[in-house]
C-alpha cells in the first residue's frame, strides 16, 4: 500500500462499512440489525430498568427519534420492555426480556467469530497496539469536541 492510500478517515470509515455489512449478513437469519444487536448489547451489559431510551441514544450516537423508533420495534418482537422510572413519569426505563437475552446471547456469539476472522491478521502484540491507538484517537477527539 503507498503511502498516499494511507488517509485515516477513509481506510477508517472503510473498515467500518466492510465489517457493518460482515456483520448483518450474519444477523440476517437472527433478525435483527447491527444497531439493534447494540441497543440489546448496552441492555445486557447494565442492570434491569437503568437505561432510559435517553441513555441509549447518547450511548449509540444516534438521536432521539431513531432511538424511539428503535425500542418501538425491539418492544413489538417482545425482545425488550419499558417501565416509567419511578422519579420521572416522562422517562421510559428499558430492559431486555427473557427473549431478547436469549436472541442477543445467540447473536453475540457471531459478533465474536467475526471479530476474531476480521482480527486473525495481526499477531496479539500488534493487535493490541491497533486497539490501544484507536482508544486514543477517540479520547483525543472527545477532548476536541
Known amino acids: 500500500m503507498e503511502k498516499s492510500d494511507h488517509r485515516f478517515p477513509v481506510l477508517l470509515r472503510t473498515a467500518w462499512f466492510s465489517l457493518n455489512k460482515s456483520f448483518r449478513e450474519r444477523l440476517r437469519a437472527t433478525g435483527l440489525t447491527p444497531v439493534q444487536f447494540t441497543i440489546l448489547r448496552w441492555l445486557s451489559e447494565r442492570k434491569k430498568f437503568s437505561l432510559s431510551q435517553s441513555d441509549l441514544a447518547k450511548l449509540t450516537a444516534s438521536n432521539r427519534s431513531n432511538i424511539a423508533d428503535l425500542v418501538n420495534r425491539l418492544e413489538t418482537l417482545e425482545l425488550i420492555e419499558r417501565e416509567k422510572d419511578d422519579d420521572d413519569s416522562r422517562r421510559n426505563m428499558i430492559s431486555l426480556t427473557k427473549r431478547g437475552k436469549e436472541l442477543y446471547d445467540q447473536s453475540q456469539v457471531l459478533a465474536f467469530q ?29 477532548e476536541k469536541s
Do not use: G, I
Open 114 to 142: 467475526l471479530q476474531r476472522e476480521t482480527m486473525d491478521c495481526f499477531p496479539t502484540d500488534k493487535l493490541n497496539r491497533l486497539l490501544d491507538a484507536l482508544v486514543r484517537v477517540n479520547e483525543n477527539l472527545k
